[in-house]
């Protein structure tokens, strides 16, 4: 059931317990969930009881006046409120993610047993994605207050329907792929992703691509959900102090859709077909784990896009956590007892999580050296007073512009390798490189230009005076400390040109120029380029004749065999070395 929700949510605190050491194999922890009698007219003796804290007893289907006991982590009965669910079985999950690993909670069981309101609530009492992206977000901002790290926060949000793939941010995109990478993590290629930096953004997006889920009434369920969703949320954190480590986590939430019988959800025609693909996902979903606890060499993953997209919850390299819904209502005892069947055999998964982790950029390692002549720098900066400032203020700011650009492409590009979940080590050296191929222009000096005397720092190129922007939040990126000016022992000041513009129309050419040779090069052409022997050159070609020309550089990650970390450093060789 999807909601019209207007959640107010409260800044959730962020504990302690979120920096406990992970163990090395985390099993699939499972709870389960028993929704309250829908309406108070019905009397009828439950067919299930929640025991204790970790205990569900349930008639036995077979004779009724037998029960049959359950237990798992965590049990919930109608009384246990939206936020104890979310505080003992979801919240703990969420440090995993912040550290550089993967973390999934799905919900799980019969249509109209409170999946959705597990996963979404009311306005009045949210559930496990509100609460969780709230508290996600206040880490972040809290995080941000110290200054050591910086926290991004993006979104994307898709459904199975009929066994497509649908990005809900962008209803255009009706049936998108889902690609593996060569470290195993699930890809699925021109997934819109939005960052958010507040709750209400969040709630804004959020809501809006929610409506656009399929959803129908059945005899069951007035507002049935008729696909399976996951909103998925990618955090980076980035130290902002040596060694500037930086963590690729990611948070998948699921909202299953429910197991259907349709002798009772009275479902027929597109309805029927709906319930088709959502029982036969689901049943690939119970082979997966099947295979999974015999130990079986070969999972089925791909017998369905469900279980292909949750391939790193179950046996992969996620946190798992299942909630499973279930019914108090007898008429719901026999998909109640398959559920908890089910529930009890996922908890027999064990996934082996590992972290993201990036290595320092070697620009901020040299950045880091050099800490010493910035404290300095400042201090000179400050020392020249508003009216020399004002003299290079416009060199600044187009300074700024470029490194915000530069920025800019490295994330563009860090984005698309961690989507790889493959470790950008490496790709602030072409930033490097790019600063190091700015022009240099020699002015005449200035004799206040500056304040400062020429030849006072020693040997004959050493700079003297250094001027750095200062102030600003993108200041802690490396290039922000690159100096503007310098004046040499013979009077000349050298102004670093801040803004090549020709060099950024350049790369820009460069990716087009690169993009033309692959959409209508031959092998030869191909092979010219950086990366491309003549194995890759005739899969490009195949590719570009079956589907079209590339129009993005993600493209190539569509092609046999080239994983992301293949076209990032096809990228990175053919355009980036010339920024
Ligand atoms: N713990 C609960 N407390 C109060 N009401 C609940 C609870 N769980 C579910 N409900 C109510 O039960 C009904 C069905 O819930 P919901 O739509 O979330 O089920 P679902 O499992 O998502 O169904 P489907 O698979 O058909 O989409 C809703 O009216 C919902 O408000």
């Known amino acids: 059931m999807l909601y019209n929700l207007t959640i107010l949510i409260p800044l959730y605190c962020w504990n302690q317990d979120m920096d406990k050491p992970d163990s090395e194999r985390s099993k699939v922890k499972v709870a389960v969930r028993q929704r309250p009698f829908l309406h108070s007219s019905e009397r009828e003796e439950p067919c299930l009881r929640i025991l204790d804290k970790q205990s569900v007893s349930i008639m036995n289907y077979r004779d009724r006046r037998e029960s049959v006991v359950y237990s798992f982590d965590w049990c919930y009965g109608p009384d246990n409120s939206q ?9 703990p999950e969420l440090s995993h993610v912040l550290r550089g690993q993967n973390a999934s909670v799905f919900a799980y069981g019969p249509t109209g047993t409170g999946k959705t309101y597990t ?82 953004q969040f709630e804004r997006i959020f809501m809006a691509a ?29 130290e902002q102090v040596t060694p500037f480590r930086r963590f690729f986590g990611k948070l998948h939430l699921v909202d299953l859709a429910g197991s259907e019988d349709n002798r009772r959800t009275g479902n027929s025609g597109v309805r029927l077909k709906e319930s088709g693909s959502i029982n036969s996902s689901l049943f690939a979903l119970s082979k997966v784990v099947d295979a999974l606890n015999q130990g079986f060499t070969f999972v089925p993953y791909r017998e369905s896009k469900l279980t292909r997209l949750l391939q ?47 290595q320092q950029p070697v620009m901020k390692r ?40 530069v920025w800019e492409r490295l994330e563009s590009i860090e984005r698309l390798v ?20 700015q022009q240099c222009q020699p002015l005449k000096c200035g004799s206040n230009l500056m304040g400062v005397q020429p030849g006072t720092a020693g040997g004959d190129s050493m700079p003297v005076g250094v001027i750095a922007p200062f102030g600003q939040p993108r200041d802690v990126h490396p290039n922000a ?30 990716k087009q120029l690169v993009l033309d040779i692959l959409n209508h090069g031959n092998v030869r052409q191909l092979k ?13 070609i195949s590719w570009r004749e079956e589907h079209g020309p590339f129009t993005e550089m993600e493209d190539l990650t569509k092609v046999e065999g080239l994983t992301s970390k293949v076209v990032n450093s096809f990228w990175t060789a053919n355009v980036m070395c010339n920024m």
């Not at 936020?83 to 919240?91: D, G, N, P, R, T």
């Not at 020392?383 to 416009?394: D, F, H, V």
């Not at 380029?529 to 490009?540: D, H, N, S």
Request: proline fraction near 3%; hydrophobic fraction near 35%.
């Open 83 to 91: 936020q104890e669910l979310y505080e003992e079985a979801v919240k």
């Open 119 to 200: 996963m979404v609530g009311t306005s009045g009492n949210p559930g496990v994605i509100p609460r969780a992206v709230g508290d996600l977000l206040h880490a972040s901002q809290a995080t941000a207050q110290t200054k050591l790290w910086a926290v991004c926060i993006s979104i994307s949000y898709l459904e199975i329907y009929q066994e497509k793939v649908r990005d809900l941010l962008d209803t255009n995109k009706q049936d998108l792929p889902i690609r593996q990478d060569r470290n195993g993590a699930i890809l699925v290629p021109g997934l819109t992703e939005r960052v958010v930096d507040s709750y209400a």
């Open 210 to 238: 929610s409506r656009h889920r399929m959803t129908a009434s059945t005899q069951l369920n007035h507002t049935s959900s008729r696909s399976h969703s996951l909103l998925m949320l990618r955090v980076v954190k980035t």
């Open 312 to 358: 790193d919850s179950l046996g992969g390299s996620a946190h798992t956590v299942m909630v499973t819904n279930l019914a108090p209502e007898q008429h719901f005892l026999f998909d109640s007892t398959s559920a908890l069947n089910f529930a009890s055999k996922s908890k027999l998964v064990v996934n082996r999580p590992l972290t993201l982790q990036s």
């Open 366 to 405: 040299r950045l880091s050296n050099n800490d010493g002549e910035l404290g300095r720098n400042a201090t000179l900066a400050t020392a020249l007073g508003a009216e020399n400032t004002s003299l290079i203020g416009p060199l600044l700011k187009q300074q700024k512009t470029f490194q915000m650009e």
């Open 418 to 437: 961690s989507h790889g979940n493959v470790q950008p080590v490496g790709l602030a050296r072409n930033a490097l490189k790019e600063r190091n191929q």
């Open 481 to 510: 400390f690159l100096p503007t000016a310098v004046c040499d022992s013979e009077g000349s000041v050298k102004v670093y040109e801040a803004v090549d513009s020709n060099a950024l129309h350049f790369n820009e050419k460069q």
């Open 528 to 540: 010219a380029l950086q990366k491309v022997g003549e194995k890759r050159a005739k899969l490009i």
